[in-house]
């Protein structure tokens, strides 16, 4: 791994780390420990995904020789998992375990399926593309 994405990859375990603990609050019925849980970890992914966003992506970008459906596709599973996560939120309110639990898993699915992109795609081009 390189040193420059350390805290891609740090960031992206803390964040599935969370998730895996809502549920397990979820499933104990911890309503508070569960929404207190999910509020930190939807604030720490905003501010992930808006550096994504805002400097890693467009650093990518401005190398039109590149394949530029990677970040497309990126970006659409961003607006995916807002959207997912707004749901999880919803539920959540309502306070029905196995409602959540069941969302909370399709979203650690989607969740890991795009960290796993993206830890496959940015950490080869990180020196010659963030570097400079």
């Known amino acids: 791994m390189m ?8 960031e992206h375990s803390i964040q ?8 397990e609050a979820a499933n104990l ?3 508070d420990e569960c929404k207190e849980t999910f509020n930190i970890m939807i604030t720490m992914m905003k501010t992930h995904m808006a550096l994504e966003e805002e400097v890693i992506y467009p650093a990518y970008e401005r190398h039109p020789d590149l394949p530029q459906d990677p970040v497309k596709a990126l970006r659409l ?11 999880l939120y919803q539920i959540l309110k309502k ?6 639990v069941s969302a909370i898993k399709l979203a650690i699915l989607d969740l ?3 960290h796993d ?6 950490p080869p081009m990180a020196g010659h593309l963030l570097l400079p």
Do not use: A, I
């Open 3 to 10: 040193e420059e994405y350390d805290w891609l990859f740090h």
């Open 16 to 23: 599935e780390e969370m998730l895996e603990d809502c549920n």
């Open 29 to 31: 019925l911890l309503w």
């Open 77 to 87: 599973e961003h607006d995916h998992l807002v959207q997912r996560f707004s749901d």
């Open 95 to 100: 306070r029905n375990s196995e409602h959540l």
């Open 112 to 114: 890991n399926h795009h």
């Open 117 to 122: 992109k993206e830890e496959d795609f940015f």
